[in-house]
């Protein structure tokens, strides 16, 4: 009788470990269904004033009604659309973009991240890492490589760097 409340009680812990809403932080697709994100809303199709207004047609080009989140986000922020469509760097940031690039760049680096991200989730899937507990998956995969926010406050404020005010800490 003693086993069968045993073995009970830890199906039942087990159980409840696995369940739970993990959020947009887990790593596992749990349904087939499509992707959320991947819907954008257009704007309304209107005939402008005169056809002669409209751009050429491109193979691949940008539609008049295609969404611009970059150019809403400039705007949002006080400059101009444009500055998004430009395709060159604004004249105020070529010396940072300069900087940024002096050791050069590496025009496929989005795919080398994805991958090194990809390899190293999987060395921590090796060692144990089991997702137990009570955070999701990508907290605990990337725990080592967590900055504490209050820490460094200290330490900026003890070294005499003007830092913002922040809340306190929990």
């Keep these: 009788m003693r086993a069968m409340i045993f073995a009970t009680t830890a199906v039942l812990a087990l159980s409840a470990c696995a369940g739970g809403d993990r959020g947009l932080r887990d790593l596992r697709s749990s349904s087939g269904g499509p ?8 704007g309304p199709l209107a005939l402008p004033e005169s056809l002669n207004t409209l751009p050429a047609p491109t ?13 809403e986000a400039i705007v949002a922020l006080g400059g101009r659309e444009s500055a998004a469509r430009a395709g060159g760097i604004p004249s105020a940031d070529a010396a940072l973009v300069a900087r940024a690039g002096r050791h050069g760049t590496d025009p ?6 994805a991958s090194e991200d990809e390899a190293f989730r999987n060395r921590r899937a090796r060692v144990g890492f089991l997702g ?5 998956r990508y907290f605990q995969a990337y725990a080592a490589q ?23 800490a929990p």
């Excluded at 992707?35 to 257009?42: A, I, N, Q």
């Design 35 to 42: 992707d959320e994100f991947t819907v954008l809303p257009v």
């Design 108 to 113: 496929n680096i989005r795919a080398t991240l």
């Design 146 to 168: 967590a900055l504490d926010a209050y820490a460094e406050l200290t330490r900026f404020r003890n070294l005499g760097v003007a830092t913002p005010t922040a809340p306190p």
């Design 59 to 71: 193979p691949g080009g940008a539609n008049l009604t295609d969404p611009n989140p970059g150019g």
């Design 132 to 136: 137990l507990g009570g955070r999701d």
